[in-house]
C-alpha cells in the first residue's frame, strides 16, 4: 500500500520541542518533494515547511522560521520536522505530504490549499497541542 505515515505529535507545553515523523510505505521518497502542512480548527490549511528531493534547499513559513527545521533521510525513507520552542499557536493536525512533479519548495509551500489537494500523497496527520 502506498502511504505517507506521520508520528511524534502530542501534548508540549510552550516553549517545549518535539520532532515529527513522516514516513513513506511503499514507495521511496528520493524522488518528490517533501512538505509539512498544518491546519488548526476553524482555519485553512497553510504550509509550514517543505524540502527538495536532495535535502538541499529548504522553505519555512515566516511564522516558524528559527524554530522548525526540516530534514530528510532517503536513506531511511523519512522526513522529519523539528519544532523547536513551540507556542499555543503552533497548535494543530501536521501533515505531510509528497509530489514528484512539482519543482520548487516555495511553490509547494505557498500553494492555495484547493491546489494542495492535487499533491500525489498525503498522509494521515498527527495532532501537534501546545498548552500550559
Known amino acids: 500500500q502506498l502511504q505517507l505515515v506521520e508520528s511524534g505529535g502530542g501534548l508540549v507545553q510552550p516553549g517545549g520541542s518535539l520532532r515529527l515523523s513522516c514516513a513513506a510505505s511503499?514507495?521511496?521518497?528520493?524522488?518528490?518533494?517533501i512538505g509539512w502542512f498544518r491546519q488548526a480548527p476553524g482555519k485553512e490549511r497553510e504550509g509550514v515547511s517543505c524540502?527538495?528531493?536532495?535535502?538541499?534547499?529548504?522553505d519555512y513559513a515566516d511564522s516558524v522560521k528559527g524554530r522548525f527545521t526540516i530534514s530528510r533521510d532517503n536513506a531511511k525513507n523519512t522526513v522529519y520536522l523539528r519544532l523547536n520552542s513551540l507556542k499555543p499557536e503552533d497548535t494543530a493536525v501536521y501533515y505531510c505530504?509528497?509530489?514528484?512533479?512539482?519543482?520548487?519548495?516555495?511553490?509547494?509551500?505557498?500553494?492555495?490549499?484547493?491546489?494542495?489537494?492535487?499533491?500525489?500523497?498525503w498522509g494521515q496527520g498527527t495532532q501537534v497541542t501546545v498548552s500550559a
Open positions: 524540502i527538495s528531493r536532495s535535502g538541499g534547499s529548504t
Open positions: 505530504a509528497a509530489d514528484a512533479s512539482i519543482t520548487s519548495v516555495q511553490a509547494m509551500c505557498v500553494m492555495p490549499p484547493a491546489w494542495q489537494r492535487g499533491y500525489d500523497y
Open positions: 511503499g514507495f521511496t521518497l528520493d524522488g518528490y518533494v
